[in-house]
């Protein structure tokens, strides 16, 4: 079982071993094979990891990633993170507060109870993030504001809380179409690391998946 215990801590990068130990009893037995079958064709058995001496990977070196390697690499983080969202599924907050209940009292208590919610927060967010830039682009093009207050995309009503790639500043951004009132565009998109775009959505070139 060490090899894809090993595998697997290391694809979840943050996850200390224990942990990795918690979460990997809990897979299934399909799931384990699949570990041990990536393990045989990558770690396992595939080539040497030492540097590409060779032309060719010289070129490749300085030529940088392609998109395409990047969309794998994505897969993966996808493929590992799925195994995560169904430990937080098992031991999300209704969960801890109804088997695990706190003194608020006590501030080491108060404290692991928090801390374990952001954390949960966070790995949600990565997820609902990962699911999103899976999918492909099915629509591209500039945002129009109505005369009801909505913004389309062609025909399509962009909702609040909608997840969408606006192209800002030369480069794509991802984020949430959040509504304020107060701000000066009445709307905002609120950014992947909570950074808050108060831009013109009208004529705003975007994209969305699905």
Avoid at 15 to 43: F, G, N, P, R, W
Avoid at 119 to 125: D, G
Avoid at 179 to 201: A, K, S, T
Wanted: hydrophobic share 35%.
């Amino acid at each position: 079982m060490e090899f894809e215990l090993w595998l697997f801590a290391v694809k979840q990068l943050a996850q200390s071993y224990e942990m990795s130990q918690v979460i990997y009893s809990q897979l299934t037995d399909a799931e384990k094979a699949d570990l041990h079958k990536e393990y045989e064709s990558t770690i396992g058995g595939g080539a040497s990891g030492g540097p590409d001496k060779s032309p060719e990977g010289d070129k490749k070196k300085n030529d940088g990633k392609t998109l395409k390697e990047y969309r794998d690499l994505m897969n993966s983080f996808h493929n590992a993170m799925s195994i995560l969202e169904r430990f937080v599924e098992k031991n999300n907050a209704k969960h801890l507060d109804r088997d695990y209940p706190i003194d608020p009292s006590d501030p080491d208590e108060e404290f692991m109870h928090r801390i374990f919610l952001n954390m949960e927060t966070s790995t949600l967010q990565v997820i609902r993030y990962l699911n999103h830039t899976a999918k492909d682009v099915t629509m591209e093009g500039t945002l129009h504001k109505e005369e009801n207050g909505f913004y389309y995309l062609n025909e399509k009503q962009i909702l609040e809380g909608q997840l969408l790639e606006f192209f800002y500043m030369n480069r794509w951004e991802i984020g949430t179409l959040c509504r304020n009132p107060g701000m000066v565009y009445g709307h905002f998109i609120l950014g992947f690391q909570n950074e808050i775009f108060d831009v013109d959505l009208n004529g705003l070139k975007v994209r969305l998946r699905g």
